[in-house]
């Protein structure tokens, strides 16, 4: 019964290891803001993450590093939340799992090229027309 539980040890290790490498935050806002908020916005989408090598010859490109063909970036996700100066507590992040699978698409392109096809999750809170500082009392909002 010994070998057993270290078998299953052993590959929940090994999957947790290798899935948790797959997620990468791109945006991440340490302090949150809870005061002045008119509303929350989030969403995720699939994106293509696709990559080049740099050499794209045959089973040389195996061995030569690889280009993103497209810049995935937290400017245009949070953008749909409304202006970069209303947004906060903002959080982005890019869940490449679905690219090993695809993985294939390198080894049949002979290494020249990979599809990824990578999931974006974007999260933030949106302020008000006129976010009131902690210091302003109660009376004065109302005036």
């Known amino acids: 019964m010994q070998p057993f539980r270290s078998h299953v040890s052993a590959y929940l ?12 935050t791109l945006v991440h806002d340490e302090v949150k803001r809870t005061a002045g908020l008119e509303g929350h916005c989030a969403g995720s989408e699939w994106v293509d993450d696709s990559s080049i090598a740099v050499l794209p010859i045959p089973i ?47 080894i049949i392109t002979l290494g020249v ?21 902690a210091g302003v009392l109660a009376e004065d909002r109302r005036n």
């Open 60 to 106: 040389v490109a195996f061995i030569t590093p690889q280009v993103d063909l497209r810049d995935v970036s937290s400017e245009p996700y949070l953008n749909r939340c409304g202006a970069s100066t209303r947004v906060v507590n903002r959080e982005v992040s890019v869940n490449r799992l679905a690219c090993m699978p695809a993985g294939l698409t390198r």
């Open 13 to 24: 290790l090994s999957a947790t290891l290798l899935l948790s490498g797959c997620t990468s």
């Open 113 to 133: 090229w990979q599809w990824c096809p990578a999931r974006i999750t974007w999260s933030a809170d949106v302020l008000g027309d006129m976010p009131w500082s």
